[in-house]
């Protein structure tokens, strides 16, 4: 199929932060699109998430024309990123904690978009005014929710809230998902970081899709709706629409 894509991204340190640990990545040719968080409070945080957004696009130019498929592709990526910050843990025992959330979609010909995760960015769909959260969660409150122990509400002021269960940077990456993407002329993607989701509800971020005329202005409107609520955190967003 031969895909026609408008998109943007934009990152921005926040209100209280010092740096920005967040990054993101857009293929100029809009092969893959990419937004990684460092995890908060570790040493290196800007140091990782920097790896993930080189290592990854790296790896899938590297062997976008090979007969391999997609998901594993994917894969592979992740794992030479992850060996990457592994090895520069090794080197810098001053960063041996640091980890990062990442999301990537990829779109390669003939297929739907495929799209890897692990930690808390999310990828959305934004579809006929509605937005649904197409990645999981690996956060201590997305387990409980599921396992019916708290309710999403809660959630968002839950103090363990930030404690990411997976993510880069680990020996094991267990939660890793990669799972291809429903997607159709008209819908829109929307990558971000929890600096994002922490300001904003799901409800809040669809008005303001809503609400911008340019992909440009939404993706500044949310990132300066995220700072009006408290900007606590770095905010990256990264769309892509289907036209
Ligand atoms: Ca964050």
Redesign the pocket.
């Known amino acids: 199929m031969t895909l026609k894509l408008n998109f943007t991204g934009s990152t921005d340190v926040g209100l209280i932060a010092s740096t920005n640990?967040?990054a993101y990545y857009i293929d100029p040719e809009g092969r893959f699109f990419i937004v990684a968080?460092?995890?908060?409070g570790y040493e290196g945080g800007d140091v990782v998430s920097g790896i993930a957004t080189q290592k990854i696009p790296a790896y899938l130019s590297e062997k976008w024309q090979s007969s391999r498929d997609s998901d594993k592709l994917l894969e592979f990526a992740f794992l030479t990123a992850n060996e990457a910050i592994l090895q520069e843990q090794q080197d810098n025992p001053e960063l041996a904690d640091m980890g990062t959330?990442v999301v990537v979609v990829i779109f390669r010909s003939r297929e739907s978009p495929i799209c890897a995760n692990v930690g808390?960015c999310r990828l959305y769909r934004w579809r006929e005014s509605q937005l649904e959260q197409i990645t999981e969660d690996h956060t201590w409150v997305a387990k409980a929710i599921k396992a019916g122990d708290i309710t999403p509400e809660e959630a968002r002021v839950h103090s363990f809230r930030?404690l990411v269960l997976s993510c880069l940077g680990r020996e094991e990456i267990a939660s890793l998902k990669i799972q291809p993407v429903d997607l159709k002329v008209g819908d829109r993607l929307l990558l971000c970081?929890?600096?994002l989701t922490?300001e904003l509800t799901d409800r809040n971020i669809a008005d303001y899709l809503q609400q911008a005329s340019t992909l440009e202005e939404a993706a500044s409107s949310l990132i300066e709706a995220a700072k009006e609520k408290g900007g606590k955190?770095?905010i990256t967003v990264v769309l892509v629409d289907l036209l």
């Open positions: 640990k967040d968080d460092g995890n908060g959330s808390n930030h970081s929890d600096g922490e955190d770095n």
